[in-house]
């Protein structure tokens, strides 16, 4: 999404070159899940060695992935892949175990949550693995303050952290800590042109990267307005920020300066900040459980209960990070089992609307939803010791991936269903998306008849 918004951004700088004039451009929804939408298409081949109890020793995986015509973001996800291998114990992720873990199944005869907790990271095990954003401050004329980051508000929050970050950051300049500055406070959306290099919006951790930015700001401001503070603090004693504006306004107009937005600006600091890559070398600890009911008739899915938890370090603002949690988990919900990306022999795209690809509604919330967040320990190389909370936790979903085909090999136990090669009732291949006709396929497109066949045959008697 965030590469492909520049085939647009091309085609609408064109027309403003050769026009001369500014220009908008809107695309009507099919246009924009066709352009916009997409998935990368994969297929891997795997050999997998464990022991006897279910140790997983080793995996062998042969890759291959389909990146389309263009290279865009596709280059990212082999060393994504490899990391989620590296991050648990021989690939113990949560999704990526299920297949490796079933074909385990006719040789050790045992259930695959057996093989799954066998083979989650413990301490020694994780020992293996561990061995640029912008910000301005701008305080106003009439002692408001102006906010730029590079970031884009997304509704992912990145707004209401920034000007927490920079009520924090200012807040030794208050009596009340920076309190009373929240609703001083305007956050500007930034362009090329006032921030420059503002970075990438993109992989969960925009928000804490601009607020570090926005931090060090405030810092270079505290600096700077600090020996004004004591010296009416030591005149007047309390000093409140608007008496100490005020003063910043008087010692400025003796040097007739103004700011970059005329006389309305008093005094701004801008800051870059580039992540050190041990900032961002951190896991991301969640769980999720979930409980789901299928209509063997119609194939249909309702999630009866999810519980989750998940661990955002020091949470810089936890409503956000809830709400960030409860919809990435709502958004995998759809892409495990509803969200089909069809495409034509050409490779155009068919499922191109509402009408045909099926997003989640009110009705895919479960039923009971369960959420909270865990405050791992204090870790300095983090923005504040927090942790992204935007994409990861849509992982969790796939606990409703992972239920839902127990429910189906329930089934498939209660009627004698066998339809993968291998003729059990228990092995099966059940891929992504897990719509209601593969439920239907793989509960058995008979299994109706046999109910129905089962009534009518009535109690089985005996005589002696």
């Known amino acids: 999404m965030a590469m492909k918004a520049m085939h647009v951004a091309c085609a609408y700088a064109v027309a403003a070159f050769k026009l001369r004039r500014p220009v908008k451009m809107y695309l009507d929804g099919k246009t924009d899940m066709i352009i916009a939408g997409g998935r990368h298409p994969m297929k891997a081949k795997y050999s997998v060695g464990f022991k006897s109890d279910g140790k997983i020793t080793g995996i062998h995986l042969d890759f291959g992935l389909n990146a389309g015509i263009a290279l865009d973001l596709s280059a990212l996800l082999p060393s994504a892949i490899i990391g989620s291998f590296k991050k648990y114990n021989w690939g113990a992720l949560a999704f990526d175990i299920k297949n490796p873990s079933l074909s385990m199944l006719p040789t050790l005869s045992v259930d695959t949550n057996t093989i799954r907790r066998r083979n989650l990271h413990d301490f020694d095990s994780l020992s293996v693995f561990y061995g640029k954003s912008a910000g301005k401050v701008s305080i106003m004329n009439d002692d408001s303050i102006a906010v730029e980051v590079g970031g884009i508000e997304i509704g992912q929050g990145l707004w209401t952290k920034v000007k927490q970050m920079t009520a924090f ?3 030794t300049l208050c009596p009340d800590g920076g309190e009373c500055l929240l609703d001083k406070m305007g956050v500007i959306q930034a362009d090329s042109l006032s921030m420059i290099q503002g970075g990438f919006t993109g992989g969960s951790n925009t928000s804490e990267n601009s607020c570090e930015a926005v931090r060090r700001s405030c810092t270079e401001l505290v600096e700077r307005l600090n020996p004004i503070k004591e010296s009416l603090e030591a005149k007047t004693g309390t000093v409140e920020w608007s008496a100490l504006i005020a003063q910043v306004r008087i010692n400025l107009m003796k040097t007739n300066f103004v700011g970059k937005y005329g006389e309305c600006e008093l005094i ?3 800051a870059y900040w580039t992540p050190d890559p041990k900032s961002t070398s951190y896991l991301n600890y969640g769980a999720g459980i979930c409980e789901v009911e299928i209509d063997v008739l119609t194939g249909a899915t309702t999630i009866l209960r999810s519980d989750l938890v998940y661990d955002c ?6 409503a ?4 960030q ?3 990435a988990f709502i958004q995998g919900v759809g892409f495990f089992t509803n969200e089909e990306y069809a495409t034509n022999s050409d490779g155009m795209v068919i499922h191109d609307g509402t009408w045909t690809y099926k997003i989640p509604t009110v009705d895919t919330i ?9 405050n791992s320990a204090h870790d300095k190389k983090r923005v504040l010791s927090s942790k992204a909370s935007g994409e990861p936790p849509l992982l969790l979903a796939s606990s409703v991936h992972c239920a839902m085909r127990e429910a189906i090999r329930a ?15 228990v092995t099966f291949q059940m891929d992504v998306p897990a719509t209601m006709p593969v439920v239907k396929e793989l509960r058995g497109l008979d299994v109706v008849e046999r109910y129905l066949e089962s009534l009518n045959a009535g109690p089985t008697t005996t005589k002696a």
């Open 411 to 425: 089934a498939r136990k209660e009627f004698s269903v066998s339809t993968s090669p291998a003729n059990s009732t």
């Open 320 to 323: 956000v990070d809830l709400g």
């Open 325 to 327: 949690v409860e919809g």
């Open 366 to 374: 479960p039923k009971q939803f369960n959420v909270e967040l865990i």
């Open 169 to 171: 950051g200012l807040g």
């Open 313 to 318: 370090g020091q949470s810089l603002n936890p």
């Open 268 to 270: 701004s600091a801008q």
